[in-house]
Structure formats: C-alpha cells, structure tokens
C-alpha cells in the first residue's frame, strides 16, 4: 500500500488522569506515564498505529503545555504532527478541528481516531480488525465494538441489528450510555450488545458531512476561521463551541453508520483499579516492582519500587510509591479520590503533589 493510501491516525492525549494519581499529574498526566508496562500509555498508542500507517501519518490531539512534553519522550515524533486544542472541550471539537487539517494536508483520507489510554492485546488482532473497518469506511462512519466480559456500569454500550451485505459489519440500532447492574448484567446474555472503546473510523469529507448536517454549532467556528494564524484566533472559536463528546454530537444521530467486532481484548485504563483486569496476579493480588510477599492479604493492587513489599492480613487496598508520595487507598475509597484532590489544591503547601 502506497503512503497516500494509508490512513491518517489521531490519538487524542490531552486528558488529566485524575484517578492515576499520583502517578499522573498535571505536566505529566497518566498517557504520559508507564501503568501497565514498560512504555508509556502514549508510546503502546503509537506503536499500535504503526501497525496500520506511517509516522508522518500520525498526529497527537493536546494541549499546548503538553506538546513539549511528549516532543521530550518521544523524540523521533514529528514536531508539526500536533492537533492543539487551546481548551479542553470533549471529542467532538478537537476532531472536528482534526478533519479540517486533514483535508487540507491529505485530500479524503480514512481516519482513525484512537485514544491514549486503552490497555489492547493482543496487537495483531488490533491490526487485523482495523483494516476491515477501514474497508467499511468508505461508506460508513465505523465505530468498533467489544464483546463485554463482566456487567460493566461505567461504560457506554451498542445493540446492534443484521450484518450489512459484505458481512463485515453490523447495522447500529442503539447507542446505551452507563447502564445499571441490573441491565449491565443482562446485556452480557444478549449476543448483539458490544461496549463502545471509543474507537473511530471515516473518511474525511465523511465525517465533515456528518458535522455539517448534525454539528454545525461545532465546525462552523472552526471552518470560518480555518486555517488559523494563532493560537488566540482559534481560542476565540473555540469558546463559543459547545463541549461535546462525538458520541452524542454525531454518532448517536448519523444515519450512515456501522459496528466491526473487534478480535481484541481491550480494557479503559481509566484508575488503578483496572490494574487488577490487566496485570497478572498472584494469589489474587497484583503487583508492580520488585518482591512482593502476601501473608492472610487478597485483594491488593501494589506499584512499589522498594526491594520488597509485605502485605500481612490486609485485604482490598491499593498502594502507589512514587518518589515524593505513597498513596494508600480502600478499593472503595477510590470513588473520592478527585474529591480529595480539590482539597489538595487547595492547601499551598500541597499544590506542588499535584503538578
């Protein structure tokens, strides 16, 4: 395959990863940090891309105060590859904003949008899945779809309907956001119902088509002043543009769309407590670092980098060592941890455990 023919890949990175605390912190938020392996969320992004297109196909969606950040870790990126949002306001903005660049730069080419902190293995079941949804994204806006594994509340699901004539794709008949226990459970019997990874494919003028016809309130500030000169002049569009995810603002109404399974398995990196999905285990505990000892304990999910770490008659904590704090936390209590973080921020004297 020619470069020309290769899809333009955006990984969005600009998230805080609050509940990675206090591994991810301001100047150096969790897609930045190594979680689950020995490359950093960000770098596991990349090199997943790689698999379907070249790096000078590959732009990161960020912030401004990020882009140093990552030009410093990742060296050989491309400078000129970033996607700069001057404020934070959800997906649907920043690929909007995206779309415009490509079609500038590329002509029509297939995008995918990926984000930055999934956990996907393995990566040749990755690679295999996305070039048939590429195929489908001539015509169609593709979402990919994971079969659950567990009744899980904090993600978004899809019920769909018939496969589409090629067979490679599903018709999309509903769009479920966060259910219940009750109905989480449920879906998991119920063969037509998938998560939403949040794993995107479409052509270009597609999804500009699509923008046009259902979020106009969003690309029309944008493409008014496209391309901007400064970062001010699409700051100043930017704060009339509604905050929107691309689920709702196009996804949940585009008549012209389809689901690809994926072969995967995929995971929401989303707090340490999906450590205990991902990471191996070892009489029910899992741990991140040197020797580790467990006595009468269960339950307990450890990155520590002392020599060796003794868990006795403990059960269900979660333990991060970094080297200006060592964080303790109850599974259950890590519900409050943003709340604790806003007391944090505001006591002086603890401001700088947080940047």
């Known amino acids: ?20 605390w206090p591994r991810s ?18 770098k596991e992004t990349i090199d997943r891309a790689l698999t379907i297109t070249d790096l000078d196909r590959i732009f990161i969606g960020t912030n401004a105060s990020l882009k140093k950040a990552i030009l410093e870790q990742e060296k050989s990126f491309p400078e000129k590859n970033f996607i700069i949002e001057p404020e934070g306001k959800n997906t649907a903005p920043i690929i909007a904003l995206a779309s415009l660049h490509f079609q500038a730069m590329f002509g029509d080419p297939i995008q995918v949008v990926l984000s930055a902190d999934a956990f996907i293995d393995p ?43 090629k067979g ?21 019997k119920k063969s037509n119902m998938y998560w939403n990874p949040g794993i995107f494919i479409w052509k270009t003028s597609l999804i500009l088509e699509e923008f046009r016809a259902y979020a106009n309130d969003i690309l029309a500030p944008l493409e008014n ?20 995810p691309v689920d709702i603002a196009i996804m949940e109404r585009s008549k012209r769309i389809c689901m ?20 191996p285990q ?62 944090m921020k505001k006591n002086r004297s603890l401001q700088k455990y947080l940047e």
């Open 123 to 165: 990566v040749k079941e990755f690679t295999k899945t996305m070039k048939l949804a590429i195929q489908e994204a001539e015509e169609h806006l593709v979402l990919l779809g994971i079969k659950p594994s567990r009744p899980e509340t904090g993600y978004g699901y899809i019920s769909t309907g018939k496969f589409l004539p």
């Open 25 to 42: 912190r301001t100047n150096s938020p969790k897609q930045l940090r190594k979680v689950y392996s020995n490359k950093t969320l960000l």
């Open 168 to 188: 490679k794709s599903l018709q999309v008949k509903e769009f479920v956001e966060k259910p219940n226990v009750k109905k989480a459970t449920g879906y998991i």
């Open 282 to 343: 070892k009489s029910g505990n899992q741990h991140q670092g040197k020797e580790v000892i467990y006595h009468n304990s269960s339950g307990v999910i450890s990155s520590v980098s002392k020599d060796l770490v003794a868990f006795l008659g403990v059960e269900d904590l979660v333990v991060v060592e970094e080297e200006d704090v060592l964080f303790i936390s109850s599974k259950k209590g890590l519900d409050g941890i943003k709340d604790m973080l806003g007391q």
């Open 225 to 244: 002043g496209f391309p901007f000169k400064t970062l001010g002049g699409l700051g100043q569009s930017f704060r009339v543009i509604p905050s929107q």
């Open 1 to 20: 395959m020619k470069n020309s023919d290769k899809p333009v890949v955006l990984i969005m990175a600009g998230g805080k990863g609050e509940r990675f």
């Open 260 to 279: 690809v399974p994926a072969t995967f398995q995929w995971d929401d990196v989303g707090s340490w407590l999906s450590l205990e999905r991902i990471l």
